[in-house]
């Protein structure tokens, strides 16, 4: 990967990072614009008029969320909303399917609920927008700034001061790799393999956007999905072995980010 991108790898240092950014809550943005790639963790309703069972706008979701249910998968904040107001946004940053106008100028979330670093993954719940269609989407957003901003130059200055934060990965495994019914990847490749093919795609995918003017992008690993409760109970049936298995399989893809800068 080129040297001139910074490319902030943090793996499990999120808290670090929520701990620092805390102390600058107040000021004034630390960056003019925060963009977001990202699944369920992320998405703040741009699943909401899709065809797919990962949705998120009826209750109890959004129940302790400033603005009720939004098509967020949580009963509050997402992370993205968290880090949003510490790095001093007075708004929750648009989702691609209702921004319009300036409302781009602070960012764009383009998270898709179900959605990886493969198309595919996801695909058994229904439509999706994957990271390959969220980078087309934010091309869209880089034409639009340009007609705000005069000139594509202009739009590009302007991207390489926002901060990116790209976080997928936990489909390709939970609703792609540890579904072998609906999936052939398991049969194809070891964990390691695979871990080597999802870091192979997303690297691709990170140098796309830095062609479209990304400079400061975070990186997130994954977190043990294997113990979180659909895992344990739907997709182990409470075998904790299971569980283990899908734990160690996220380890090399998490080794694999750290090296990526490096690609
Ligand atoms: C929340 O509601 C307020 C006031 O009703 C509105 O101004 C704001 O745009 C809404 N924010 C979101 C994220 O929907
Ligand atoms: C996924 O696999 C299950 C079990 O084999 C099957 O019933 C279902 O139709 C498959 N779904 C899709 C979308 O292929
Ligand atoms: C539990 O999971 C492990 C690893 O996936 C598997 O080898 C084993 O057969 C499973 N045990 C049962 C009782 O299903």
């Known amino acids: 990967m080129t ?3 910074k490319v902030w ?12 950014l805390q102390n600058c809550a107040h000021a004034a943005p630390q960056v003019p614009c925060f963009f977001i790639f990202g699944d369920s963790l992320a998405d703040s309703g741009n699943n909401n008029n899709l065809v797919t069972a990962a949705k998120a706008n009826y209750r109890p979701y959004g129940i302790d969320f400033p603005n009720g249910t939004t098509g967020r998968f949580t009963n509050g904040r997402t992370v993205v909303d968290i880090i949003g107001e510490l790095l001093g946004f007075n708004q929750f ?19 898709s609920g179900a959605s990886g670093i493969r198309d595919e993954s996801g695909r058994q719940l229904g439509d999706r927008i994957s990271l390959n269609e969220q980078l ?5 957003t880089l034409s639009r700034l340009t007609q705000l ?3 594509k130059q202009a739009a590009e200055n302007y991207l390489n001061k926002c901060l990116y934060y790209v976080s997928l990965g936990s489909n390709d495994y939970l609703n792609n790799y ?9 049969r194809l490749y070891t964990p390691d393999q695979y871990a080597k093919v999802l ?43 299971c ?10 893809f998490n080794a694999g980010l750290v090296l990526l800068p490096n690609f």
């Open 3 to 5: 040297d001139k991108i």
């Open 9 to 20: 790898c943090f793996l499990l240092f999120l808290s670090r990072l929520v701990s620092n």
């Open 93 to 111: 940053i648009p989702p691609f399917a209702t921004a319009r106008g300036r409302d781009i100028l602070v960012g764009v979330n383009y998270a």
């Open 136 to 140: 087309q989407n934010h091309a869209a």
């Open 149 to 151: 901003l005069g000139t």
């Open 178 to 186: 540890f579904m072998p019914s609906n999936y052939t990847t398991s």
């Open 199 to 241: 870091i192979d795609q997303y690297s691709q995918q990170i140098k796309l956007l830095y062609h479209l003017g990304a400079r400061k992008i975070a990186l997130p690993g994954l977190r043990p999905i294997g113990s979180i409760p659909y895992s344990f109970s739907t997709l182990c049936r409470n075998n904790v072995s």
């Open 243 to 252: 569980v283990t298995n899908i734990n160690n399989a996220v380890l090399p």
